[in-house]
């Protein structure tokens, strides 16, 4: 089955301990992008990237790291979290690398992360 | 600035009603336009699209919009709601970088609510 999988789906860790949130897809696709959500606020893009070393900022990338070894994996990364990285997080992949529109992305389930 | 607006964000129907969730964007050209639903604990799916032509779009499971460019909204529409439809439903534009890669700017999201 095609599908983003993101693990864990829930998560609860302490200030300034690192975590790493995991994305993987399995339909060969060139595009993949972390988002947050928070009520009131939508969907926010937190990084991107268009390729396997290709990588780019979105809207709110401070606080994340994200790296793009393999075309199938795309981890996002907090090196010291803080209270106000306490979200749902989304991993979303599309087949064309400029994630154009005429590629629709394709979301997992979310990760609920809480930070105290 | 590119933008989306979507003014309720709670709505409450009974099974069997019509339903409209309102979107209202602001972007200067012509905009590629996107409805996705996010049920409980899933990530977000695509319902319908617009990027040119007919200003009626269908989408899936019985969804549709108008695009009508001298209100700048795009409303989605179902005539008969089923209790399956409760969710929360997020207007979203797209919004090209400067890199020439694509960006989505989310709406705020409208939560159903289905009553039997």
């Known amino acids: 089955e095609a599908q983003v999988t993101q693990n864990p789906r829930y998560l609860i860790t302490v200030t300034g301990k690192k975590l790493t949130v995991t994305c993987s897809q399995n339909?060969?696709?060139?595009?993949m992008s972390w988002y947050r959500q928070d009520p009131g606020l939508g969907l926010r893009q937190i990084y991107y990237?268009?390729?396997?070393?290709?990588?780019d900022k979105g809207d709110v990338p401070e606080g994340y790291k994200v790296s793009r070894k393999e075309k199938r994996n795309f981890p996002l990364i907090l090196e010291s979290p803080s209270p106000n990285q306490t979200s749902l997080y989304f991993c979303?992949?599309?087949?064309?690398?400029?994630?154009?529109?005429?590629?629709?992305?394709?979301f997992g389930n979310g990760t609920r992360l809480t930070v105290t | 600035a590119q933008s989306v607006t979507q003014p309720d964000i709670h709505i409450t129907v009974s099974e069997g009603a019509s339903l409209e969730l309102r979107c209202n964007y602001s972007?200067?050209?012509?905009?590629?336009l996107f409805w996705y639903v996010q049920s409980p604990g899933q990530g977000l799916q695509l319902l319908l699209k617009?990027?040119?032509?007919?200003?009626l779009v269908q989408g899936i499971k019985g969804f549709e919009a108008e695009f009508k460019r001298s209100q700048s909204s795009f409303n989605l529409r179902k005539p008969s709601v089923h209790w399956s439809d409760a969710a929360e439903y997020f207007c979203?534009?797209?919004?090209?970088?400067?890199?020439?890669?694509?960006?989505?700017?989310f709406g705020t999201g409208t939560r159903l609510k289905v009553l039997a």
């Open positions: 979303a992949s599309s087949l064309d690398g400029s994630g154009s529109y005429n590629s629709p992305l394709h």
């Open positions: 339909m060969n696709h060139e595009y």
């Open positions: 990237s268009m390729n396997v070393e290709v990588t």
């Open positions: 972007y200067g050209a012509t905009p590629y």
């Open positions: 617009y990027f040119s032509g007919d200003t």
């Open positions: 979203a534009v797209g919004a090209d970088r400067t890199s020439g890669t694509y960006k989505y700017i």
